[in-house]
């Protein structure tokens, strides 16, 4: 139902050597297309399996997706290159002159404030973010909410082991008689 609030886990999602990579894989040949940010354009290739994935998580309310990424003041530009419904964002408002700095930033604190704040289970995929920190993944760890974080090579992107392991976790928070987390 629209607007309905999901209590599952929350996925922060990049886009860069996350959903795009160079040679992404899946047994099938990537499709390709073109963003322009206002700037530039950007050639990017993904596996359209992984992409039909994302569109049945989100459709299936399994959990919610959230956008994570540099590309969030555009994100509308990717989720229709993608064929991706329209999912809410971690942050939005980047500065022009310090994006990549200022979205590190940004990606901490929507990570942080998914496990510290809503106190919810956290699945974060991110190729660079999420080493960039050293005190970041102990911080997260002791809020005691379920975690899970994966840093793709940016080469490949997400794969679909990448996709089981996210299945695994996500069915291991739904397993009866584990204590829930409100």
């Known amino acids: 139902m629209a607007g309905e609030q999901i209590r599952g886990p929350v996925w922060l999602l990049d886009v860069d050597g996350v959903l795009t990579a160079s040679r992404p894989g899946w047994g099938a040949a990537p499709r390709q297309g073109s963003v322009h940010d ?5 050639r990017m290739r993904w596996a359209p399996k992984l992409m039909v994935t994302l569109a049945r998580m989100h459709h299936d309310r ?11 003041d555009h994100i509308e530009r990717i989720e ?3 064929g ?3 999912l809410p964002l971690a942050f939005s408002g980047l500065l022009p002159l310090a994006r990549s ?3 590190l930033a940004l990606k901490r604190q929507a990570a942080l404030e998914v496990v510290e704040t809503e106190r919810r289970p956290l699945i974060w995929t991110d190729d660079d973010a999420i080493e960039s920190d050293p005190l970041l993944v102990p911080r997260l760890r002791a809020s005691d909410q379920p975690l ?5 090579d ?24 584990e204590a829930r987390r409100s």
């Open 38 to 42: 206002d700037v530039d354009t950007f």
């Open 62 to 72: 399994v959990l919610e997706l959230r956008w994570a990424t540099t590309w969030v």
């Open 80 to 82: 229709t290159l993608f």
């Open 84 to 86: 991706l419904p329209a």
């Open 101 to 103: 700095s200022h979205a």
């Open 148 to 152: 899970l974080l994966i840093s793709p």
């Open 154 to 177: 940016p080469r490949r992107g997400l794969q679909p082991n990448d996709l089981q392991v996210i299945a695994n976790f996500i069915d291991k928070l739904r397993l009866p008689g």
